[in-house]
C-alpha cells in the first residue's frame, strides 16, 4: 500500500501564516503530481495547488499570491506554505497523491491522506 501522511494543521489568527506538510511512504519508484484540496463545513471538497514531478503548479483563484506548494521528488514529500491566512481558508486540508508508479506495471491513482484540521480564528 502506499500511504499519505499530513502534518502542520493547527490554529492561527487571521493575517497569520502556516505550513503543511504531507510524506508518501510505500514502495515508490516516481509520483506524477502531488497536490492539497480542502473542505469546509456542509462544503465540496476543492483543489487548492498541486505541483507535478516537473515543477508545474495550479492554484486555486482564491488562494493565487497567498499559498506556495513545493516539492522534494527524492523523498516524495509535498508541502503547502500558507500566508496572510483568511477565516474563509478554515477546513480540513488533504494530501493527494496522482500516479504514483510502483513499477512499469503498478500504478495507483489518487491516493488521499486523512487530513489535517486548519482553523483560522478573525
Known amino acids: 500500500q502506499v500511504q499519505l501522511l499530513e502534518s502542520g494543521g493547527g490554529l492561527v489568527q487571521a493575517g497569520g501564516s502556516l505550513r503543511l506538510s504531507c510524506a508518501a511512504s510505500g514502495r515508490i519508484f516516481s509520483i506524477n503530481a502531488m497536490g492539497w484540496y480542502r473542505q469546509a463545513p456542509e462544503k465540496e471538497r476543492e483543489l487548492v495547488a498541486t505541483i507535478t514531478s516537473g515543477g508545474a503548479t495550479n492554484y486555486a483563484d482564491s488562494v493565487k499570491g497567498r499559498f506556495t506548494i513545493s516539492r522534494d521528488n527524492a523523498k516524495n514529500t509535498v508541502s503547502l506554505q500558507m500566508t496572510s491566512l483568511k477565516p474563509e481558508d478554515t477546513a480540513v486540508y488533504f494530501c493527494?497523491?496522482?500516479?504514483?508508479?510502483?513499477?512499469?506495471?503498478?500504478?495507483?491513482?489518487?491516493?488521499w491522506g486523512k487530513g489535517t484540521l486548519v482553523t483560522v480564528s478573525s
Open positions: 493527494n497523491a496522482d500516479r504514483v508508479r510502483q513499477n512499469s506495471a503498478l500504478v495507483y491513482s489518487n491516493v
